[in-house]
Every structure is written in structure tokens, then in C-alpha cells.
């Protein structure tokens, strides 16, 4: 190690204490009525931690600015989330880096962006193929860079240009997809009459059925993305996007919710697809964050590649809108650089011989690990790191299950405290989050009573082994389920009368909690520090494992007081 890795000893604070950090995924501090589910739910735990040591829980900032979002309207996520929890900074993350990119004009003068632009300024018959999700979320997309990227490519050249969408449902009210389908067939129609462009949606599907899989969960997703947007080739075809959300609706209104419609194609009068990917086309996907861009990516991208029969791998120029996997360097070409996040917490700890269990289900393995350590895919140490991912189900939406994975994540956080293997044990459940995507109240219930019962197996552990506990959440999910009026609070209806469920994120502050009997007493939050955020957690949970933060983090939650 070279000196300037090393961390000082905390002047108080031992080390050798086994330290569990748990992650609530989607568990915030909301309205408490009967639309919260956490409020609903049997969390006594959760609700010990805050009736019984005020001094040591408190409630974080877990959106916009605190987490490097553009503004203070915009939700927090995981990706964000667990960027800033990990790295104990606050970087300027993806939508921001696009909004630059985008008024500056910078995008557009990239080397990647003359890269693509050579494919699709060559002849008029070669195309542009835009992939991402249709939606306004700022979560992984935004529908004003996807406008201001087209109208950027058409005067750069593009005389036809072909959008493939994911439909939300998700980051955003389910059953918008028509408005941002009929809000895109006006700018296609722009294009075409001010630069003479032939541009129209091509294919699509709901964003959890089709393309948007993360962490290799599902490859099949993204298998249905590749048919249809790169092939051409769906089992539903229609005349337009908005003719497909309304037929296919109509015909399972239970399954067809945005989030999961079937793949389908756009079909001219002879049946044939409007927009398969040829040799010398251009491809841009438009979604500026990593997770679920990473797996298309690989299928665009590399010539090797075993997943699922490609069919048909055109040769293509492709440029992400941001570098999804930096450690992968994939894809090769991107219009915006991606934060550098550099000196995680993560990367700290194991150069001062820290050792650390990891662990989730796949749907949030990559939060725990690639997120948390500056989004990075490999570990720092092999012999320092152990991560474990348990497998989601597969075939049910999460609604079905809500208790998930729950129980193994538990039972393997409290094997790991127990075996004196690891100075760290880090773990998210997914649960709140999951569950509480799909509107589902009931469910969401059962997701948050489940994820209580893991923490009190977990605390049970900590307690066996006279470690510490830090337990914290990503952002807010779960504690709202409905759309609410945002002056009052009060619940929104709609014409018919009816309650519109809250699928996204919120965004609502979240509980830290610290306690366990390897906590030495005299710990508790500190008071100066009213605005904190996610990102000032790094160095709190360096300090509990007895070290001091590096200068360069945000300061630290706690102090340490004579008992
Ligand atoms: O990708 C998703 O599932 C949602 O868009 C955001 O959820 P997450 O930020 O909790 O992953
Ligand atoms: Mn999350
Ligand atoms: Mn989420």
C-alpha cells in the first residue's frame, strides 16, 4: 500500500467490530396514512430503531442535489443512490451531464458523435436507429434530450431516422406511454417537414419485458429487444406505436401496462418492418444510465458473444449516450464522458486490509457492488472481497412474491457476521423497491413486512457477534403508493373516481439507523449537520470501522461524546 491509501486509526473508535451496512431499497419517510406501505405494514424493528435511540436515527437527503441531480425536483434512484453512498462524494451524475452536452452543444462536436454521423451522413438509405426508454423520468432517460438529440442529428445530416421505444409505466404514471408516443409522433412530424427527414417509430415494448433487463438477470429480455428492434421481427406488427399500445391494451388489460407490453414492430402496407438494423446503419441508444443499457450494449457490440442467437449481427456503427461499463470500456464510442468517480469507500477500505461480504439478489446485486464502488463491474481485491448474488425469480412479476429473496439475503448477511470472515457485510434489500414499481399496495405491504424481518434476523447476528449496525435506504419508494396533489398531500383521483397508483420513486428523506452492542456508547449523530445527505455516509461508516474518512469525503454523521 502506498502511503497515501493509508487511512488514520480513529482516535476513539476501534476497529475489529464486525460492521453490517444494510441498504432498504425504495424506504423513505413519508405522509403516514394508508397509502404508505411502510407505515401499513408490521415494521417493528424498523420502528424500535427510531422510538429507542433518537440520538442514533435520524433522516437523509436522498434526491435531487444531495445525490448530484440537476435540481431538487428530480426523484432520487439506486444508480445515484448508491453512487453517492459508496463514494462518500457528490458528482454530477448522467442527466446532468446530458443537459450540458446537449445546450452546449458539445455533444454534437464529440469524436464519437462525427464517428456515428459518418454512417448516417454517407447515403440517404442509411439509417439512424435511436433505442431507449420513451419517458421523462430522469431516471435512466429523459424524452427533451431524445427530441434535442434528433433535431441535432437531422441538421447534422440524418435523412432518415428510425426510434425504437421502451415504454415506462415505471419512473413514471403507468399508462403515460400514449401521451409520449403522440408527443413524439409530433416532433417525428416536425423533422419531416422542416428538414425533410424520414423519421418514425419503428418498435418497441415494455421497458421490464423488452431490452431494459440489468445485471444478465433475464437474458430473453433482451433477446425480444433484439428481434424487434434490430431485426425487425415481433410477434405483434401494427400500422403505428400508438395503434400497438391500444390494440395490444385492449386485449389483456391486465398484462399490457406499460412496463410490460409484448414486443412489437411497425409494418408497412406489405407487411414488411420499417426499421430493421442493416449493415452501415447507425445506432445511438439514448438512456444515460448504466444499468440496464449494459447487456444491449454487449449484444451490439461484441462479435463474440454467446447469450442467444444474434441471428443476424449487422455491422453497425454504435455510440451510447454515455460509457455504461467504464472498466469495460463498453460501448467503445459515447457522446457524454460518465462522472469519474474516484476514491469509493469501497476502494479505500480494502487498500487499509478491510474485508467485505456483498450481497443481494441479481436484481440489486450490481447496486451493492458496481454502483457503490464508482460504478466499477470488478472487485479491488479478490482476496479482501467476497460478493454473493442470489438469484431473482424469474417468470413473475414482483408483485406475486413480495418477499422476494428476503430470507436468503438475511440468512446469508448473518452467516457472513458470523463467521468473523468479514470486518464489513453490505446488502440491499430489494423489496420496498421492487415491489412497490408495480402499484401494488397490498403487495408492497407484505414486501416491507418481509424486509423487517430480514433486518431483525440480521440485527439478531450483530448482536450474537457484539458487532455494529448502520441500516439506510436509496430513496424513497415504498412509503408512497398513490399520486398525491402536490400542495395538500391529499390523494389525487381521476375522472372516473379512481386512485392512481404511485409507481416511482419519490422524493421523500430516508432513516439512517446505527446501534449494536460493538457501538461504542458515547456514539450518536452529530447536530451541526441538518442538510446531510447519502453521500455523507461513506465516511461514518469508515469512522465505525475505526478509521478516520480521507479529507476528501463528505464529513461524517457522527461523534463520538464521554458516555
Ligand atoms: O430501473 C429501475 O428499476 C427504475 O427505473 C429505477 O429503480 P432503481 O433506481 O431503484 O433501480
Ligand atoms: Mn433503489
Ligand atoms: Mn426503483
Not at 166 to 181: C, H, I, K, P
Not at 220 to 244: N, Q
Request: hydrophobic share 40%; aromatic share 8%.
Amino acid at each position: 500500500m502506498t502511503s497515501s491509501w493509508k487511512l488514520k486509526p480513529h482516535p476513539v473508535l476501534p476497529r475489529g467490530k464486525p460492521l453490517l451496512v444494510c441498504i432498504l431499497d425504495g424506504w423513505a419517510e413519508g405522509i403516514e396514512d394508508e397509502f404508505n406501505a411502510i407505515h401499513v405494514a408490521k415494521t417493528p424493528t424498523m420502528d424500535a430503531l427510531k422510538a429507542t435511540a433518537p440520538e442514533r436515527w435520524r433522516l437523509l437527503k436522498a434526491h435531487g442535489s444531495a445525490v448530484g441531480l440537476p435540481s431538487d425536483s428530480d426523484m432520487g434512484n439506486s444508480e445515484v443512490g448508491h453512487n453517492a453512498l459508496g463514494a462518500g462524494k457528490i458528482y454530477k451524475q448522467g442527466a446532468g451531464l446530458v443537459d450540458h452536452a446537449l445546450s452546449s452543444g458539445k455533444l454534437f462536436q464529440s469524436p464519437s458523435f462525427a464517428y456515428v454521423k459518418e454512417a448516417f451522413s454517407a447515403s440517404p438509405n442509411r439509417t439512424l436507429h435511436l433505442i431507449g426508454l420513451l419517458s421523462d423520468g430522469g431516471v435512466h432517460s429523459r424524452f427533451d434530450h431524445l427530441v434535442k438529440l434528433m433535431h441535432g442529428c437531422a441538421s447534422h445530416g440524418a435523412k432518415r431516422i428510425r426510434v425504437h421505444v421502451l415504454t415506462d409505466g415505471r419512473d413514471v404514471a403507468d399508462g403515460t406511454s400514449f401521451q409520449f408516443v403522440e408527443a413524439l409522433e409530433k416532433e417525428l412530424a416536425q423533422l419531416a417537414k422542416k428538414g425533410g427527414c424520414d423519421a418514425r417509430i419503428a418498435s418497441g415494448g415494455g421497458r421490464m419485458n423488452v431490452t431494459m433487463d440489468r445485471y444478465e438477470n433475464d437474458w430473453r429480455i433482451v433477446e425480444r429487444g433484439w428481434r424487434a428492434h434490430i431485426l425487425g421481427d415481433a410477434p405483434h406488427k401494427f400500422s403505428s406505436a400508438l395503434e400497438a399500445l391500444k390494440v395490444l391494451k385492449e386485449a389483456d388489460p391486465s398484462k399490457c401496462n406499460d412496463q410490460y407490453y409484448p414486443p412489437w414492430v411497425i409494418v408497412d402496407k406489405e407487411g414488411q418492418p420499417i426499421g430493421r438494423v442493416g449493415d452501415g446503419d447507425a445506432v445511438i441508444t439514448f438512456n444515460f444510465r448504466a444499468d440496464r443499457m449494459v447487456m444491449l450494449s454487449k449484444a451490439l457490440e461484441y462479435d463474440k458473444f454467446t447469450h442467444f442467437d444474434r441471428t443476424r449481427f449487422p455491422k453497425i456503427r454504435f455510440a451510447g449516450m454515455t460509457q455504461y461499463d467504464t472498466e469495460l470500456k463498453l460501448p467503445r464510442h459515447f457522446l457524454v464522458t460518465p462522472p469519474e468517480i474516484q476514491g469509493t469507500s469501497g476502494e479505500w477500505l480494502v487498500r487499509n486490509g478491510v474485508r467485505t461480504f456483498a450481497c443481494s439478489e441479481t436484481v440489486k446485486f450490481g447496486h451493492v457492488t458496481f454502483y457503490w464502488n464508482g460504478n466499477r463491474s470488478g472487485k479491488f481485491d479478490e482476496k479482501l472481497e467476497t460478493y454473493k448474488e442470489i438469484p431473482t425469480d424469474l417468470d413473475i412479476q414482483f408483485n406475486e412474491k413480495p418477499r422476494m429473496k428476503a430470507d436468503e439475503i438475511a440468512a446469508a448477511a448473518s452467516n457472513a457476521i458470523l463467521s468473523h470472515k468479514y470486518d464489513q457485510v453490505r446488502i440491499n434489500f430489494p423489496n420496498g423497491d421492487m415491489v412497490g414499481h408495480t402499484g401494488d399496495l397490498k403487495a408492497t405491504i407484505l414486501a416491507c413486512e418481509a424486509v423487517d424481518q430480514g433486518i431483525k434476523v440480521c440485527l439478531g447476528a450483530v448482536d450474537q457477534a457484539g458487532g455494529i449496525f448502520l441500516i439506510t435506504c436509496d430513496h424513497g419508494n415504498a412509503e408512497d403508493m398513490v399520486k398525491r396533489d402536490p400542495k395538500t398531500g391529499k390523494p389525487v383521483r381521476d375522472a372516473s373516481g379512481k386512485l392512481q397508483p404511485l409507481t416511482s420513486h419519490t422524493l421523500a428523506p430516508v432513516p439512517i439507523a446505527i446501534g449494536g452492542p460493538g457501538l461504542h456508547p458515547g456514539v450518536r449523530f452529530r447536530n451541526d449537520l441538518p442538510a446531510a445527505g447519502l453521500a455523507n455516509v461513506a465516511a461514518t461508516i469508515i469512522n465505525l470501522l475505526g478509521f478516520e474518512a480521507p479529507s476528501d469525503m463528505e464529513p461524517t454523521l457522527i461523534e463520538v461524546r464521554p458516555p
